[in-house]
Each structure stands twice: as structure tokens, then as C-alpha cells.
């Protein structure tokens, strides 16, 4: 079966790329390379044996998006990741959020509506969620004020996509709320590149580690958590892809109760910032030059999920932990500098 992957040459495109292949589909990809490049695909390439077609096209470009539908009728399946995806980048640009990662999402819809493609899946985000008080949080957790443009672009996106497939009754979607993505594969041939200044946790980490930065902050200490510091959900990047692969195979048996669902996407387990740290520290044997400052503003104090739903439907199980996490990242930082 022939998946068109958006953002592809991105970070959790790439690695989803390589679990889809190593699960039997074929894949083109889409990506304008605004935040990636496509040496991505040489990794993707010497991990598996497969040169993957890219299309270097704006997804904001229907005519030029068209193309791809009309250049492969065989296509069965999207998983759109291209958006952009950087919190403090929206709150300077929010038109440039709306625009991009709207505009990109109309257009592929509307493709999949012209072409009739059956599957479609959508790359959300747990900052869905606001900043909420229910924890874990779950599928049916209430949606609070979005904290930033970015956040709520993906709170429209998933209105957006609820619409359309209540508008397109064969045509299916399938919502993935990821935590905090994080790692790398196992090779080091693939991992995540980051375009301006790191400002999720594990880059910083490795940034640091490796010289790129002197120190970094970890923001609060006086949080209601075990040690003071923030609680996040970090899940490995493969295991975040191949819950992509299951939720196609989910689609394609036809198992799915409606024709939009959504899943959580977590190790269901908080770490804190002081944690994270700490495992970096044990599996590398390096220590980190970092010191203990006050709240950010917009910071949430804790979030991780309930992933129930995506193992009891998807028969996903997230299989790595936050060591794991450490070491590939590490691995994959130490191998491309
Ligand atoms: N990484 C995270 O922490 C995280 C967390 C939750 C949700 N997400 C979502 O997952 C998806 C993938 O994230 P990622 O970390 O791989 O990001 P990424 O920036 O590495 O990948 C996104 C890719 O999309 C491409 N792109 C962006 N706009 C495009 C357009 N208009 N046309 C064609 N290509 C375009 C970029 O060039 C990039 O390669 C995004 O939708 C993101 O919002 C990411």
C-alpha cells in the first residue's frame, strides 16, 4: 500500500518514514524542506534500502499538491506531520502559523476529497489540552485556552479535519495527540535537526553536552512535583512513528468505531525536567552544566497521558523509556557533530 507522508524529510516523518517501510508500504514523501533538508532521505535510505521519493513542494500550493495525487492514483493513505511547530516562533508570527500550517492542512484535505483517498491521519499535539488540571489526561479532557498560536493551530486542525470527515462519511481520520517527542533511531542515520535555538528539553541537553551552549535553565523549582522542577511525557520517536504505522493498519482492517478518532500518544508516565537530567547524566556518564531558575511564563506544570485508547484499538504499546531517550539522542547529537 502506497502512504503519502507530509514533512518527511522533518523529524517525526523521517523516523515514521522508515517504520512504515520496515512494515511493508510504500512511501512518497512531500516536504518544502522550509525546517528540514533532504539529506534526511540518504539516512532514510542507507536504514532501509529504499530511496524515497520527495516532493519539494508547499503544501499551501493546492495546484502543486495536486500533482502528487494525479502522479500516483495508488495512494491509499496521508499522514500529514508538515506544519511548523516552534511555541515562541508563533507568539512573534502568528499569521505565518495560521497561514502555513492551516492553509497546508485545506489543501491536502481538499486533495483527499478530489482523489478519494480512505485514510488520512493528523499530527496533533498534547498543547491541545491548555493548560489542565486533569491528569492523566485523556482523550475526553476537556480542551482549555491554547497558550500560544501554535498550540492553536492545532486545535483548529483537529476541528478542521472532525468537519470534514462528518461532511465525508467514507473518508477517514485519525487525530494523534503526541507528548514530547524525543530521541533518535536506533542507527544515528536519522534524528532531530533543529533550525534556530533548541527550546525543547532533551536538545538543549545534548546541545549542552556537546559545547554548543555553555549552561542551560531549568525553569522552577517550586512546582507542586516530586522535585520541584515541571513533569513532561517524553516518548521515544519510534515509538511515536510506529504508532503511525498502526493507526494506518487500524484504518485498512477497518476497525475503527467512526470515521475520526483520536488517540494519545505518551508513555502515560511524567518525568520531571530534574529526572531527564539525571538520566542523561547515568547513561552518558557526562555532567551537565546547567542551574536552577525561576518559572517561565506559559510553562505548564504537568502533563503526561492516559494511553489506554491507542493500546486497546491501535494495539500500540510505547516500548522505550526515557533513558532510551538519552542514550539515541545522545548518540545521534555525538555522530553528527
Ligand atoms: N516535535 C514535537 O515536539 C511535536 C509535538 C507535538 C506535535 N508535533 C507535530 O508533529 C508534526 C511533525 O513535527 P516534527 O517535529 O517532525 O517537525 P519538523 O519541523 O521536523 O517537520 C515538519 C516538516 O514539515 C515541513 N513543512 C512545513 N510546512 C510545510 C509546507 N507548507 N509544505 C511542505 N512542507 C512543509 C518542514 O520543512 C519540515 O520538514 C508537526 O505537525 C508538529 O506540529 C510535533
Not at 50 to 61: G, M, P, S
Not at 236 to 251: E, G, S
Not at 319 to 325: M, Y
Request: glycine share 6%.
Amino acid at each position: 500500500m502506497k502512504i503519502l507522508v507530509t514533512g518527511g524529510c522533518g523529524y517525526i516523518g523521517s523516523h515514521t518514514i522508515v517504520d512504515l517501510i520496515d512494515n511493508g508500504f510504500e512511501v512518497i514523501s512531500v516536504d518544502s524542506t522550509i525546517r528540514s533538508s533532504e539529506k534526511v532521505l540518504e539516512g532514510i535510505k542507507e536504514i532501509t534500502g529504499v530511496a524515497v521519493q520527495n516532493y519539494k513542494i508547499d503544501l499551501c500550493d493546492k495546484a502543486a499538491t495536486r500533482t502528487i495525487f494525479q502522479d500516483h492514483p495508488e495512494i491509499k493513505g496521508i499522514i500529514h506531520f508538515a506544519a511548523l511547530k516552534s511555541v515562541p516562533e508563533s507568539v512573534e508570527k502568528p499569521l505565518d502559523y495560521f497561514n502555513n500550517n492551516l492553509n497546508s492542512l485545506l489543501s491536502v484535505l481538499a486533495c483527499q476529497k478530489e482523489f478519494e483517498i480512505p485514510h488520512f491521519i493528523f499530527s496533533s499535539s498534547c498543547s491541545v489540552y491548555g493548560n489542565t488540571a486533569e491528569l492523566p489526561v485523556t482523550e475526553t479532557t476537556a480542551f482549555m485556552e491554547a497558550e500560544c498560536p501554535y498550540a492553536r493551530t492545532k486545535q483548529m486542525g483537529e476541528h478542521i479535519v472532525r468537519d470534514f470527515t462528518n461532511a465525508n462519511p467514507s473518508l477517514n481520520g485519525v487525530l494523534l495527540r503526541y507528548f514530547n517527542p524525543a530521541g533518535a533511531h536506533e542507527s544515528s542515520k536519522i534524528g532531530e535537526l533543529t533550525f534556530g535555538p533548541a527550546s525543547n528539553l532533551v536538545p538543549v541537553i545534548t546541545d549542552t553536552a556537546a559545547g554548543k551552549r555553555e549552561s542551560f535553565t531549568v525553569f522552577g523549582s517550586d512546582y507542586s512535583t516530586r522535585d520541584g522542577s515541571c513533569v513532561r511525557d517524553y516518548i521515544h520517536v519510534m515509538d511515536l512513528a510506529n504508532a503511525h504505522t498502526k493507526a494506518i493498519q487500524y484504518l485498512t482492517k477497518k476497525a475503527n468505531a467512526s470515521n475520526c478518532e483520536v488517540f494519545n500518544l505518551g508513555i502515560g508516565q511524567g518525568v520531571t525536567v530534574l529526572e531527564a537530567i539525571n538520566a542523561f547524566e547515568k547513561v552518558t556518564g557526562l555532567s551537565l552544566n546547567y542551574e536552577v531558575g525561576s518559572r517561565r511564563p506559559g510553562d505548564v506544570e504537568a502533563i503526561y497521558s492516559n494511553y489506554e485508547q491507542a493500546a486497546l484499538k491501535l494495539q500500540w504499546e510505547p516500548t522505550r523509556d526515557i533513558e532510551d531517550i538519552m542514550r539515541t539522542a545522545w548518540a545521534w547529537e555525538t555522530r553528527s557533530t
